[in-house]
């Protein structure tokens, strides 16, 4: 049994790393929420906005402090409302892509073939890949429409090759957001499945189930938890997506928030408002993220 003592020196060894963390956490969050009450932009060459000069904020001209203006104007700026449906149909359809494709991947990876130990570790590859890189392979190597791979096929049976970004930006961040996803619900459920109880599995083999009853009434009751821990991990990732947009060029009918969040600080310099919409997207992911936790809880507890 540990002792008072043990329990103190415990505590002082990881001290240094947990006060690390908060403050890699705490000083940006700080610093976001700072320049968010700010007239902050980077073209204004007024010095007096910035966080070097804290004392000369409250100037008679009150030409620094924004209140909360730059989060009623990132709310009723019209690109926010589009961004916030782009960001629920890249997450929706990512979604229902990765659950439905995952789980049938899991169902032919748990069966016996050759070369199965060879095609789950290839399965979960593009999972490792980085979405830079991944976004580069798809928009110069596959979707390209002169000399991509889906160009190549769409002439191999007499059709136009499509430009995907040109003309389905959307779709396309669906395909290569997808691409990178899929795996990892397949590893989640698949080891899921692996923990069939085998005297279901043998049972249900000798009463003759068809194969659809059999995933109906055994396979998904026992995929439901997985799936929504799927589902949870994923939504918070998906909705901070971002170099797929940036690097194919697709933020102009496919930008989600936080490509909106990188225009307002990077492309018209607007720190203030940038921070803001930082800020607003931090909670509405905590949001999302609290309904899904509360959702999962019930599952598990029925």
Known sequence: MATQQTR????????????????WMIVPLSMTIYFSFLRYNLLDPNPICSLMT????????????????????????????KAMGNSLKLVGWVLAISVAGGTLLALL???????????????IAPF???????????????????????????????LQPIDWFAHFPMTAVV?????????FATLILLTSLQSLDEEQKEAAEMDGTPPLSYFWYIV???????????ILIQTI????????????GTGGRAGNLPFLVYQ???????????????????????????????????????
């Not at 395909?175 to 795996?183: A, E, K």
């Open 8 to 23: 103190t020196l415990g505590k002082l060894a990881v001290s240094p790393s947990v006060f690390a963390l908060l403050m």
């Open 54 to 81: 804290p004392g000369a904020l409250l100037d008679a001209e009150n030409r620094c402090l924004a209140g909360f203006s730059n989060y009623s104007y990132f709310l009723t700026d019209p690109a926010f409302f």
């Open 220 to 230: 998904l009751p026992h995929l439901i938890r997985p799936m929504t821990v799927v």
């Open 237 to 248: 990732f998906l909705l901070n997506v971002f170099a797929e947009i940036y690097v194919t």
């Open 264 to 302: 307002y600080g990077l492309i018209a310099n607007d720190i203030g408002g940038a921070s803001a919409g930082g800020i607003i997207a931090v909670i509405l992911a905590n949001i999302v993220a609290i309904f899904l936790m509360r959702m999962i809880g019930k599952n598990l507890d029925a």
């Open 109 to 123: 990876l748990d069966q016996a073939f050759y070369g199965r130990g060879f095609v789950r570790i290839m399965m």
């Open 128 to 158: 490792l890949v980085m979405p830079t890189v991944s976004a580069l392979v798809w928009k110069n190597m596959m979707m390209n429409p002169v000399s991509g791979f889906l160009a190549y096929l769409f002439k191999l049976v007499g």
């Open 175 to 183: 395909i290569m957001v997808s691409w990178q996803w899929v795996p």
